[in-house]
């Protein structure tokens, strides 16, 4: 199994917080990827990464910030936590070689 | 727009029989495929992947089928055994479009049953 994991496992937030997710690999791959899963719509791109300090949007970037500073660390994070941001979030990782991306464990977030 | 699509949101197969899972696409740039299985409460685990230069990719028990002039693939699995029963998701990218970013495009899931 792919080095991936995700913090925390599981959050309950209130509206207006500020929130942040942690991906950590011990892969050392250059791409990283958040995407959230919600029913009736699959897996949808949020941010992703292409190096340190290389970002850029997905499909559903709204409300949502990225920041990596080490190769290994992949930060997301909810500026001020909505309703509609309750979902579960997968980070992803990929070397571009092989194109395959392997998702970490998840975090099931609950923003009331 | 949906450009990556699974019609069927569920399917039900009985133990030792074939299972066929379908996915649509609509971006003619897309020309790599790849399928993931996923349990409850645990990320997607990759599965099998096709290049647009193949038409088919086997692994086992399981095979991708790519019909490119219909943008249509499927995932055979075969014989079906009840381990086999989660969500299965269709995945694209446009490989050589130039992005670099080998982003991936996910249909919405197709969850499979496997009776015993």
């Known amino acids: 199994d792919a080095g991936i994991t995700q913090s925390p496992r599981h959050k309950v937030t209130e509206t207006g917080t500020p929130v942040t997710l942690r991906c950590h690999q011990t892969?050392?791959?250059?791409?990283m990827y958040w995407y959230r899963q919600d029913p009736g719509h699959g897996l949808r791109l949020i941010h992703y990464s292409y190096g340190v300090k290389d970002t850029d949007k997905g499909e559903v970037s709204d409300g949502y910030s990225v920041s990596r500073s080490k190769t290994e660390d992949f930060l997301l994070t909810l500026e001020s936590a909505t309703s509609s941001q309750t979902s579960v979030y997968f980070c992803?990782?990929?070397?571009?070689?092989?194109?395959?991306?392997?998702f970490g464990p998840g975090t099931r977030l609950t923003v009331t | 727009d949906q450009q990556v699509k699974q019609n069927s949101p569920s399917l039900s197969v009985q133990e030792g029989r074939i299972s066929i899972l379908n996915c649509d696409y609509t971006n003619s740039m897309f020309d790599y495929f790849l399928w993931y299985k996923k349990y409850p409460a645990e990320g997607p685990t990759f599965l099998i992947s096709?290049?647009?230069?193949?038409d088919k990719n086997e692994d086992g028990r399981f095979t991708v089928f790519l019909n490119k002039s219909a943008k249509h693939l499927s995932l055979h699995i075969v014989p079906s055994q009840p381990g086999d029963s989660a969500v299965y998701f269709c995945?694209?990218?446009?490989?050589?479009?130039?992005?670099?970013?080998?982003?991936?495009?996910f249909g919405k899931g197709t969850k499979l049953s496997v009776i015993p």
């Open positions: 096709i290049s647009s230069i193949k």
């Open positions: 992803a990782i990929s070397s571009g070689q092989g194109y395959e991306q392997y």
């Open positions: 995945a694209a990218s446009a490989i050589n479009s130039g992005a670099g970013s080998y982003q991936l495009t």
């Open positions: 892969e050392n791959h250059r791409y």
